[in-house]
């Protein structure tokens, strides 16, 4: 179940360049497009990013997760902002240096990153 990272609708090269690489916002027609394509991944209500909530068998695997994003995370200067409760980890992540801020293909590749690491994770349970 590959994404396939192919821009969508109208609009000039420049700008798909730029949406695809991270320095300009998806418009809500694209990021409804990429969003289909992550389906644990949701709009989130208070800003212009994307979140999901990943429950895991313990605090150990939860930390275990949040490590290994944050490897991945650091190669391609992108953060997300997370939280961590015992065997819980919200993430939120937008792109900070789109004018204006909002998701980008950066969030887009590290949420399936996200996903692909939590779920070697859940099976090794």
């Known amino acids: 179940n590959a994404l396939k990272f192919v821009p969508t609708g109208h609009v000039a090269d420049n700008d798909v360049s730029k949406r695809y690489f991270g320095s300009a916002p998806f418009s809500k027609e694209e990021l409804d497009s990429y969003l289909k394509q992550l389906p644990e991944w949701k709009k989130s209500s208070e800003k212009e990013a994307i979140c999901r909530t990943f429950t ?20 391609a ?35 399936k990153k996200m996903d692909d690491i939590a779920g070697k994770l859940a099976g090794i349970r």
Do not use: Q
Not at 68 to 74: C, D, M, Q, Y
């Open 77 to 111: 200067n992108h953060h997300p902002e997370w939280f961590n409760v015992y065997n819980r980890v919200e993430v939120t992540m937008n792109t900070h240096d789109c004018v204006p801020p909002g998701v980008s293909m950066k969030d887009i590749k590290l949420a």
């Open 56 to 75: 895991f068998g313990d605090f150990t695997e939860a930390w275990g997760f949040m490590s290994s994003v944050a490897l991945h995370a650091e190669k």
